[in-house]
C-alpha cells in the first residue's frame, strides 16, 4: 500500500526522522491559509499523488507549462500555484500518458539545501536482510545511478536479529563524505529511518533527495510502500489508504480477497497461484502473446469470487482473449467452472475464452462447461492452452 508525500512524513516525523514544516491542503484555500500560518520567506507547494518525477512532469491543460512542484516567495504566488494543480490531471514519467488527477497539495517551508543525496531502505531478500542504500547522487532516479556510477551507491544490511547499530550508520554517513556535527546528525537519522521501517512494516523507504540544512541531515521527499499482509496490524497506517490513487479493478479485487495487477497486453489472465500466474503469464509471451493482467484467484476461491474476478478481466477493453488456467487442489475445478459459466453469461462474453483445467473434481468441471453452451475452447496442459488463447486472440483481432 502506498500513501502521499505527506503522509509518509508524517509517520517519519513522529520517529524522531528531520523533515522541514509542512501542512497538507484538501482545496486552494486551505493551501493559502496554511501558507498563512508559516513564517518564512519561501514557499514549497507540491501536488500529491503517488507517483514520482512529479516536478519534471506537466499538466494536461498547459503540457509547456510548471510541473507538480513549485517554489513560491509570497502568499498570493502559493494561490496561483495551488489553482494551477488542484484538481487538474499531472503526467509524469511514473504515471504513464493518462496522468492522475491532484486531489491533495502539500504546502512546505523552503529551506537553504546545501547538499542533496540520496536514501532508501529496503528488504534484500537474497540476504534477508533489512538494506541501506545510500548516494551523494541526490534527487536523481537510483536506477539511472546504477547504470551510470555504480560505485557511487552504498550499501549497508542490517541484520534483523541485532538490528541497527552505530556502525552501520557511520559507515553510511562517512560514505556519504560527511563530517563532524554532520555525522552525529546523520547517525539519528538512519537510526530513526531503520526503527520507523521495521515498527511500521514498511516495504519500502525512499528519501529522494535526503538534504543536508547546515550541519542536520533531513527528509525532503520521502516515499513509504508497506506490507499489505501486516496492514491488520497497522491501523494508523491503513487509514492513509487513499483510494481515489487505485485503479479501480485492483481495488475491487483487494475488496474480493483477489490479487490483482493490470498490465498492457491483450489476454486476460485467470489462474490460482502467485506461482502458476507468473508461469501462465510467461509460456503466454513465449507463444508470442501479451498478457493483459496478473490475476490470482487463490486457494479457496468461491463461484462468486470467481465471477467477480472474470468481471474484472473483461472490464478492460484491451482484453481480446481469455486464459483460464486452474490446477484444482484446495480450489476445485467444478467450483472454477460455475463461476465462469456465470460469469460469461452475466457479461455477454464476446472475446474467445479458453479454459484448462486440473486436479480435483476435473471431470465434473469439463462436463458443466461442455454443457454450458457457450464457446469455450478447452486445452489440454498450459503450453496447448496459451497456443490455443494466442491464436484465438489474433483471428479474434484480424476479424474485427
Request: proline share 3%; aromatic share 6%; charged share 25%.
Amino acid at each position: 500500500m502506498n500513501i502521499h508525500e505527506y503522509q509518509a512524513k508524517e509517520l517519519l516525523e513522529k520517529y524522531g526522522v528531520a523533515v522541514p514544516k509542512g501542512i497538507p491542503a484538501m482545496s486552494v484555500d486551505e493551501a493559502v491559509k496554511a501558507a498563512e500560518s508559516m513564517d518564512t520567506a519561501l514557499y514549497v507547494v507540491k501536488a500529491q499523488i503517488h507517483a514520482g518525477g512529479r516536478g519534471a512532469g506537466h499538466f494536461t491543460d498547459n503540457p509547456e507549462g510548471k510541473g507538480g512542484v513549485r517554489l513560491c516567495k509570497t502568499v498570493d504566488e502559493v494561490k496561483e500555484a495551488a489553482e494551477a494543480m488542484m484538481g487538474k490531471t499531472l503526467v509524469t514519467k511514473q504515471t504513464g500518458p493518462e496522468g492522475k488527477e491532484v486531489q491533495r497539495l502539500y504546502v512546505t517551508d523552503g529551506v537553504d539545501i546545501e547538499k542533496e543525496y540520496y536514501c532508501s531502505v529496503v528488504l534484500d531478500r537474497a540476504t534477508s536482510r533489512i538494506t541501506f542504500m545510500v548516494s551523494t547522487e541526490g534527487g536523481m532516479d537510483i536506477e539511472e545511478v546504477a547504470e551510470k556510477s555504480p560505485e557511487k551507491i552504498i550499501k549497508v544490511s542490517v541484520d534483523p536479529a541485532s538490528g541497527i547499530s552505530g556502525f552501520h550508520c557511520r559507515k553510511l554517513a562517512f560514505g556519504l563524505g560527511l563530517k563532524g556535527a554532520q555525522v552525529k546528525s546523520a547517525v539519528k537519522f538512519f537510526s530513526n529511518l531503520y526503527k520507523a521501517f521495521v515498527e511500521l512494516d514498511a516495504s519500502i523507504v525512499e528519501i529522494n533527495p535526503m538534504i543536508l540544512v547546515g550541519d542536520e541531515v533531513m527528509a525532503l521527499d520521502a516515499k513509504m510502500n508497506f506490507d499489505p499482509n501486516a496492514l491488520y496490524r497497522q491501523k494508523a497506517v491503513y487509514e492513509m489508504r487513499d483510494e481515489t490513487e487505485e485503479d479501480e479493478n485492483e481495488k475491487i479485487a483487494a475488496d474480493n480477497e483477489l490479487s490483482y495487477v493490470r498490465l498492457d497486453g491483450n489476454i486476460g489472465c485467470m489462474v490460482n497461484g502467485a506461482g502458476l500466474a507468473m508461469s501462465t503469464m510467461d509460456i503466454i509471451k513465449l507463444e508470442g502473446g501479451e498478457p493483459a493482467n496478473f490475476l490470482d484467484v487463490g486457494g479457496g476461491a468461491t463461484a462468486e469470487r470467481v465471477t467477480v474476478a472474470f468481471k474484472i478481466i473483461l472490464s478492460d477493453p484491451n482484453v481480446k482473449g481469455i486464459l483460464v488456467n486452474i490446477f484444482g487442489g484446495i480450489m476445485r475445478c467444478d467450483v472454477i467452472a460455475e463461476g465462469v459459466i456465470a460469469a460469461a453469461k452475466e457479461v455477454d462474453l464476446q472475446v474467445p475464452l479458453v479454459v484448462r483445467l486440473e486436479g480435483t473434481n476435473v471431470e465434473k468441471g469439463k462436463e458443466l462447461m461442455a454443457a454450458s453452451g457457450l464457446p469455450i475452447i478447452s486445452a489440454d496442459n498450459l503450453q496447448d492452452a496459451a497456443k490455443k488463447v494466442v491464436e484465438a486472440t489474433k483471428q479474434a483481432q484480424a476479424a474485427a
